[in-house]
């Protein structure tokens, strides 16, 4: 499938989803500043994620606005166009995910703690021990390290939820380091099927 760009939701149905960044004028005041629409990645027939806010750092380094520059630039690892789900820097990001309905993700995890809360529809979220939970708006996800995917199980209603990720340091499970690892939903269900 090709990956298109789209801006204001990566699924018809959904509302364009507004991000406002709060600041500080050069008396003090606060303001909001000027930010780029949300550009969505998306992927026909699933739907797709735009980064809505990331930083480089933990603490976050605000001075000069240095943190909304790095977002507007189209370059860096910060830019509000790059794709990755984990800041590749010791920072954080802050993802809106549009599911179209019936939409399924690869099973997959991130060397990373996510916080992942539902905001519109139904989602459900599938661990590969087979445990599943239903998200409604205002249900959350305390990933730490994971293997999961998501789905919405609405046929005619589309689904979303905010992310924010924050790198990890690898650790061991079941006597493996964690990496990122990502199962196509069709291969991951023929595995299942086997066992």
């Known amino acids: 499938m090709s990956e298109q760009k789209m801006i204001g939701a990566a699924v018809p149905g959904l509302q364009p989803c507004k991000r406002y960044i709060a600041t500080h004028d050069s008396t003090g005041k606060s303001i909001y500043a000027e930010s780029p629409e949300q550009v969505y990645g998306g992927v026909p027939g699933f739907g797709g994620f735009a980064r809505s806010f990331s930083i480089d750092s933990v603490p976050a380094n605000l001075t000069n606005d240095a943190d909304i520059k790095a977002y507007r630039a ?84 589309p689904a979303r939820f905010v992310a924010c990720t924050i790198p990890c340091i690898p650790f061991d499970i079941a006597g493996e380091e964690l990496k990122e690892v990502h199962i196509p939903s069709e291969e991951w269900d023929k595995s299942k099927a086997k066992m």
């Not at 993802?95 to 309905?101: F, G, S, T, Y």
């Not at 399924?104 to 529809?121: L, Y």
Request: aromatic share 4%; with cysteine; charged share 25%.
């Open 74 to 157: 189209e370059k860096g690892d910060t830019s509000y166009i790059r794709r990755e789900i984990v800041n590749p820097s010791p920072g954080a990001n802050l993802l809106v995910i549009d599911l179209a309905p019936g939409a399924v993700s690869a099973m997959h995890r991130t060397v990373s703690i996510d916080f992942s809360i539902c905001v519109q529809g139904v989602i459900e979220h599938e661990l590969d021990g087979g445990e599943k939970v239903r998200l409604v708006p205002g249900d959350h996800i305390v990933q730490r390290g994971t293997n999961h995917r998501w789905s919405n199980p609405s046929k005619t209603e």
